[in-house]
């Protein structure tokens, strides 16, 4: 059934999109300017600004911005934001690959298929969850390990192992959060109340999955404190 979203709702969702869209445009196009010492972060500050909109646009003026002069020295910032950095840093990959992958399942439900819908899942949303995860491991795995190889000089395969060290707690904790929420929404608040769960073409289904991404963050956050701390990790 398709469900029956009240226009409040339905506009809610569209201004939450629109205000991510712009966040991530004004910071992609300072970073023309001004990009960052690490080039993987000149992707990971527009993409997590998709879900992080306003606070994220803050965070990365107040902490992200690389100064005017190339050759100047930038502040170490705090470590609970260096752990902020470190969870938004898994939480691009995570996101890249969740976007990706529930597009493609939508263009071609047969990949929900191959994945369960019908035969291990009655709901194909559950059946997308795998390739999301396995798209949005791969992706943050290469994120990390050009994050990680050149800050410790590390041979490729040394790198890549590093890189599966450091991500494969924080990714999953991150998506653990990610589909909770996604859970909730879906099938506690939008099936009970409006007649059915979002469609990957709607706009609330990716207002509720910049909802579910903002608790990824939360739930990935401790676990990258502990990666830091105990070097698994590099600090951002």
Known sequence: MH???PQWLHTLAIISLLAGAICAIVIALDEIRRPQKMWIMNIVWPV?????????????????????????EQENPPFPVMVGKGSSHCGAG??????????AAFAFPVIAVWFGWHNWFSEKIFAIWIP?????????????????????????????WAAVKADTASITSWQVGMYGMMALLQFAWFKPDFG????VNTPEFWFAMQLAMLTGFVTSYPVNWLLIRIGWKEQM
């Open 3 to 5: 469900p029956d979203f």
């Open 196 to 199: 059915g769960t979002a469609e």
């Open 94 to 103: 995570c996101t890249l690959g969740d976007i990706v992958a529930e597009w």
């Open 48 to 72: 997590t600004a998709l879900f992080g909109s306003i606070l994220w646009l803050a965070a990365y003026y107040r902490w992200g911005r690389m100064p005017a002069d190339p050759d100047a």
């Open 132 to 160: 999301d995860f396995i798209l949005a491991y791969l992706i943050g795995v290469v994120f990390q390990y050009y994050t990680i190889k050149p800050m410790r000089d590390l041979s490729v395969g040394a790198g890549i």
